[in-house]
């Protein structure tokens, strides 16, 4: 049984992929700070000052955390699709089918493809690119595959 096809997340270089874990690590940091100032507080603060800042401490890291996490395994996996991809991938053609108008947090046009290439079985998939005229039915576009799992990247 083969894999659904799955488009590679967005390429980071190392520097980016340093920056963005660094980001991600400085998310995680305030909730457990705001903790360590409520339980090592000298001299005592009221009940209610001590009870705000645990409280707060406790929701900001859940949250950071959480966050922080997140971004973390998303940066690795960009890393690690980018590098599947530049050992085990081969080139192949995109042709476009259909172009629908796509409307969400970043607008732009959702593409449905047909990939097709040396070593795998042809297959379609969907993805999002910004608005250009060019991207138009028939339109052909060139790929990256790992024929084992059918990770793409339109390049």
Same mark, same amino acid.
Do not use: S
């Given at each position: 049984m083969t894999s659904a096809p799955r488009e590679a997340e *967005?390429?980071?270089?190392?520097?980016? &992929? @340093?920056?963005c874990r660094l980001m991600f690590l400085a998310i995680c940091l305030p909730g457990p700070v705001l903790l360590i100032v409520a339980v090592r507080l000298d001299p005592p603060r009221s009940p209610a000052d001590f009870w705000g800042l645990l409280a707060g401490g406790t929701v900001t890291t859940i949250a950071g955390v959480g966050f922080g996490v997140f971004g973390w395994r998303l940066v690795t996996r960009s890393r690690r699709d980018a590098r599947r991809l530049s *050992? &085990?991938?081969? *080139?192949?053609? =995109?042709?476009? @089918?259909?172009? *629908?108008?796509?409307?969400?947090?970043?607008p732009g046009l959702t593409l449905r493809l047909r990939v097709s290439g040396p070593g795998f079985a042809t297959f379609? =998939?969907?993805t999002i690119r910004a608005d250009d005229p060019a991207l138009v039915p028939g339109t052909l576009l060139t790929a990256v595959v790992d024929p084992a799992d059918r990770l793409f990247s339109i390049t």
């Open positions: *967005a390429r980071l270089g190392p520097i980016g &992929a @340093l920056l *050992a &085990a991938g081969v *080139a192949a053609t =995109a042709e476009i @089918l259909t172009v *629908a108008n796509h409307l969400g947090e970043d379609e =998939a969907d």
